[in-house]
């Protein structure tokens, strides 16, 4: 029988996972993303920057890529890697979301993006169109990859 929403599969928790009494484990849909980029330093300054606000780190960094997450994560869900000559965006309609906890943290991650030679792409602001609660920005990479910071506020019940 297919389930009728998302939440209603109930799905076993895998091994490693600690969580507290009666709480569900829903998987992510996606387990990493990679980019190529132009130059590696120029887009590790650039992703230093920004990610840091949303609470993300340098994972790990070789000559050829660097791998982004939360701190003390054992696997990087973000990772970017020199493609000189073949790094492109990925085009029309394509683009990255990263996880904001507040308001501000999408603000500060759109603001380093501008420092660091990013481009803006859509102010930070409420996005109505896309649900209540719904707050981001837009950036651009120097690469032309399209980025998203975005909070999805918890409201208060109306009535």
Do not use: N
């Not at 920057?49 to 780190?57: E, R, S």
């Not at 309609?93 to 990263?98: K, M, T, V, Y």
């Not at 707050?135 to 998203?148: C, I, R, T």
């Amino acid at each position: 029988m297919r389930p009728t929403s998302p939440t209603s599969a109930v799905h076993p928790a895998p091994a490693h996972y600690v969580g507290p009494p009666g709480t569900v484990y829903v998987p992510e849909m996606i387990d990493h993303v990679s980019v190529g980029v132009v130059s590696l330093a120029r887009s590790a300054a650039f992703y230093d920057a920004v990610l840091a606000p949303l609470g993300y780190v340098r994972l790990w960094s070789t000559e050829r890529g660097v791998g982004y997450g939360p701190p003390h994560a054992k696997d990087e869900p973000f990772a970017i890697f020199e493609q000189v000559d073949a790094a492109r965006p990925a085009g029309a309609g394509a683009h990255l979301a990263f996880r904001a906890l507040s308001r501000a943290a999408v603000d500060a991650f759109h603001s380093a993006g501008l420092l660091a030679c990013g481009t803006d792409a859509g102010p930070p602001g409420s996005r109505p169109k896309y649900g209540e609660g719904y707050y981001a920005a837009f950036l651009k990479d120097p690469d032309g990859h399209k980025l998203e910071a975005v909070c999805h506020e918890l409201l208060p019940p109306s009535g």
